[in-house]
């Protein structure tokens, strides 16, 4: 299909001739006129950009997501429905919009579109159960002039209260299509295979091109330094690669999207939970994928040090067939992974936890949401019933060129008690591990601190909950030792 086909506010739209690597945000502003959706910061940050997507979750049925437009390139709506704040009025104004107004949540009014749409989202959610749910949904917008509170009382009135409009009787007829797409045209192809046939028959005549899902990282490459990538070929359209299923081990699809996991964690892998809470914004996160976090191979990718300290293993394949590698093994340097040519991620298997199992995992970053590690660290520890280490992996991210295991820590764990000066020990052995750097977000040796500090928390929150969950009232992943006593 070389003609892209999307539903734009309620109507079917069809485009044959834009570039490929046209943004959302650029074909709405620049083709379509709608300029409510703004352009701040190009890069997911503020949230300005913010429209809505119907995608179907995890319970199969279709639900409202608000993302960022200027990620999102335009192929990858192929298919789907998209609704802009320009569609909000039809006779009245949007409950959100009404509760925006009401609170007096607007000022300058920049900001308000993008708040608006993720209100809009937050209006037909029904999980919405605790209030730091709303800062979470809120999370990614940024206003400079009218603080929050407003915002966020207005985010009160209306989140969950699913009214019976327009919207949401539409919402069961805007499934997602087919997001089978090809475009080759100037030297640029675009292509979103359905099947893995479709896919090796595009990587044999394309095997340069670029992997993509949600493009939360590849977009910056053309809103921030203006490059044009000339193949993409978006694994978005593969079923296989967004399973999510439970089981002895646990089988994460490398297209499942950070909220999804986040949903499917929370009684499944807490660790995991725990650091998908804190991983970016709500709109980030509908995008953002497990295999394109992995597959980055950032040294500060907040997937990779939890995961590798469960002790996961990276499914690959190829026309060839599938191999196994364990995640510890995947990352081979800076920005690299041991995938070959033509081979892709297909997901990543992790093991179930024993109930006994400690295990947990932390980000630390200047600030408290929507912001890149420092340091991040996934941990695990087994005990015997005679309280001895029989097993320690301890994961570390920013602490070097890859995520890392702190070898010479766990040696010091490993055959030794589970005890307070065993910990300060394997503490102390984190400088054998690791010769961190120095940067914008930390200097070497307040990393190797934290590291060290991480271990000695870790120990105190895991000996009141061997895999303990954040508290509902939290303000990030590390918590003080009054609130581990709190429980």
Known sequence: MNTLRFNLNGRWVEEPNVAPTTTLLRYLRDVRGLTGTKEGCAEGDCGACSVAVVEN?????????AINACLVLLPMVQGKHVVTVEALKSGEYHPAQQAMAAALGSQCGYCTPG???????ATYREDLKAPWQLDDQLCGNLCRCTGYRPIRDAATAVAGSCPKDSFSAALPESK????????????????????F????????????????????DLSLEITKRFQVPPKLVSLEGLHELHTLKEGPTHLLG???????????????????????????????KHRGTIGGNLCTASPIGDLAPVLVSLGATAVLRSRQGERRVLLED??????????QLRELLVGVEVPALAPATRASAYKVSKRRELDI???????????????????ARLAFGGMAATTKRATNAEQALVGHPWSEATVDAAAKAITKDFTPMSDHRGSAPYRALVAANLLRGFFDETSVTPQPRLAPGHAATVLTAEEVRRG
């Open 176 to 195: 997602p299509g087919s997001m089978a797409f090809h475009h080759e045209e100037n030297g640029q192809l675009f292509a979103t295979p359905t099947s």
């Open 197 to 216: 046939d479709e896919l090796w028959s595009v990587l044999d005549e394309h095997p340069d091109a670029r992997f993509v899902v949600g493009g939360t």
């Open 115 to 121: 708040i608006v749409m993720s209100l809009f989202e």
């Open 373 to 391: 590690s420092a340091v991040s660290a996934g941990l695990l520890v087994e005990v015997n019933s005679q309280n001895v280490v029989t097993l």
């Open 57 to 65: 979750g995890p319970d199969g049925r279709p639900h409202y997501r």
């Open 254 to 284: 490398s297209a499942v999207t950070i909220s999804e996991l986040e949903d499917f964690t929370a009684t499944r892998l807490p660790p995991v939970h725990r650091m998908v809470r804190y991983f970016a914004s709500r709109q980030i």
């Open 330 to 339: 995947f990352f081979t340097g800076y920005r690299k992974t041991a995938l």
